[in-house]
T-cell receptor, first 110, second 113 residues
């Protein structure tokens, strides 16, 4: 089975900090995604990548950037964390019609 | 812009009853996904529906897809408490799926003994 690993389960960061959320998949998938999940809003796509060094904006990219230097790793970067970025962040990878989600990182910005 | 609407958003039902969750979407697609999420957990894939008329069943859950009506349903038969969770539908319209999934807001299902 495909495994998507998010390095942190819980994070607490201060306003203004630079935050890195890491995601690693072990099946050589080309497509990877970052979502955030908020109560009442469901999951919303932040960024996705279809190859190394390639990235595309999703529906809510403002305040975020991403990095994909290696195929297996897709990082989400909050350049200057703000309290409205407190959320659950989910990473996913995809091959053919199958999406696999990581266990999520619950980020709190104080 | 693709919109995915689920209803109801909240459902409380008794064990043994049947019910249906509806998922409407606004743009042509023949790829629809259903996920389950337990509190504090990630998404568990339930069904992937890839063609008009597709029907899949697993235990007490059955999902169907009508691409002409842009509608998918998740039917729960003789509900049991263990099915309490939040259920999401999601639609994939990207070429080759590279654009990712667009999710509904989720249906929070509580099944009471």
């Amino acid at each position: 089975d495909v495994k998507v690993t998010q390095s942190s389960r819980y994070l607490v960061k201060r306003t203004g900090e630079k935050v890195f959320l890491e995601c690693v998949q072990d099946m050589d998938h080309e497509n990877m995604f970052w979502y955030r999940q908020d109560p009442g809003l469901g999951l919303r796509l932040i960024y996705f990548s279809y190859d190394v060094k390639m990235k595309e904006k999703g529906d809510i990219p403002e305040g975020y950037s991403v990095s994909r230097e290696k195929k297996e790793r897709f990082s989400l970067i909050l350049e200057s964390a703000s309290t409205n970025q407190t959320s659950m962040y989910l990473c996913a990878s995809r091959e053919n019609y199958g999406y696999t989600f990581g266990s999520g990182t619950r980020l709190t910005v104080v | 812009e693709l919109k995915v609407e689920q209803n109801p958003l909240f459902l409380s039902m008794q064990e043994g009853k049947n019910y249906t969750i509806y998922c409407n979407y606004s743009t042509t697609s023949d790829r629809l996904y259903w996920y389950r999420q337990d509190p504090g957990k990630s998404l568990e894939s339930l069904f992937v529906l890839l063609s008009n008329g597709a029907v899949k069943q697993e235990g007490r859950l059955m999902a169907s897809l009508d691409t002409k009506a842009r509608l998918s349903t998740l039917h729960i038969t003789a509900a049991v408490h263990d099915l309490s969770a939040t259920y999401f539908c999601a639609v994939d319209i990207g070429g080759g799926g590279a654009d990712g999934l667009t999710f509904g807001k989720g249906t929070h299902l509580i099944i009471q003994p």
